[in-house]
């Protein structure tokens, strides 16, 4: 059984430019949740998606970020006119339930994202 | 309310010693609390987790010790290693959805 999968592992983008992040979770889960990690900090928490839903954004900037997880294919992070402040490693993570026992959260490897 | 405040910030344990990391709480109604290991450019990978009502859970040398009344728990991690080497986070939310990390413990075992 694969594990989460993140896509691409390292990205580099110039200020102004979009920066696109996919996750596919494990088979068998349909929540995902994105986090972000600067340097030397922990992880903080994005957004919350189900199938076709955004269940908990209140973690996302109010501008240039949007996270959509369609009925077919990965899980979009998308990062619009990106900032140097933007520089961080962004994780993904998936579990098969909501909540309860089995909701355990399993991480991607991550996207290091680097804005010049 | 909803934050999780994680010590110490660093760690040096001598090789066979045991590791202790600690967390604390405020939001009564988190009933779920996992603690991550990262390697330095990996993604955090689930080591152990509790739910409030249990008082300690050992998984090989690793335990979680819970105290649901002091808000506190920890990671205790017998015979260190350096293997072990790495940072590690506390976690808790309620009910699902977001996890809310306490700031990261970066351990060093020495051999």
């Known amino acids: 059984n694969a594990g989460v999968m993140q896509n691409p592992r390292h990205l580099v983008r110039r200020r102004g430019q979009e920066a696109r992040l996919r996750c596919s979770p494990m088979k068998g889960h349909s929540h995902v949740y994105w986090y972000r990690q600067l340097p030397e900090e922990g992880l903080k928490f994005m957004v919350y998606?189900?199938?076709?839903?955004?269940?908990?954004e209140s973690g996302m900037p109010k501008e240039r970020f949007s996270a959509e997880f369609p009925k077919e294919g990965p899980s979009i992070l998308r990062i619009q006119q990106v900032v140097r402040g933007d520089s961080a490693a962004y994780f993904c993570?998936?579990?098969?339930?909501?909540?309860?026992?089995?909701?355990?959260?399993?991480f991607g490897p991550g996207t290091r994202l680097t804005v010049l | 309310q909803q934050q999780v405040k994680q010590s110490p910030q660093s760690l040096i344990v001598q090789k066979g010693g045991i590791s202790i990391i600690n967390c604390a709480y405020e939001n009564t109604a988190f009933d779920y609390f996992p603690w991550y290991q990262q390697f330095p450019g990996k993604g955090p990978a689930l080591l152990i987790a509790i739910r409030p009502d249990v008082s300690e859970k050992k998984e090989g040398r690793f335990t979680i010790s819970f105290n649901k009344s002091a808000k506190q728990f920890s990671l205790h991690i017998m015979d260190s290693q350096p293997g072990d080497s790495a940072t590690y986070f506390c976690a808790a939310n309620n009910q699902g959805g977001k996890l809310i990390f306490g700031q990261g413990t970066e351990l060093s075992v020495k051999p």
């Open positions: 998606l189900q199938k076709e839903n955004i269940i908990d």
């Open positions: 993570a998936s579990s098969p339930r909501a909540s309860g026992k089995g909701n355990e959260q399993f």
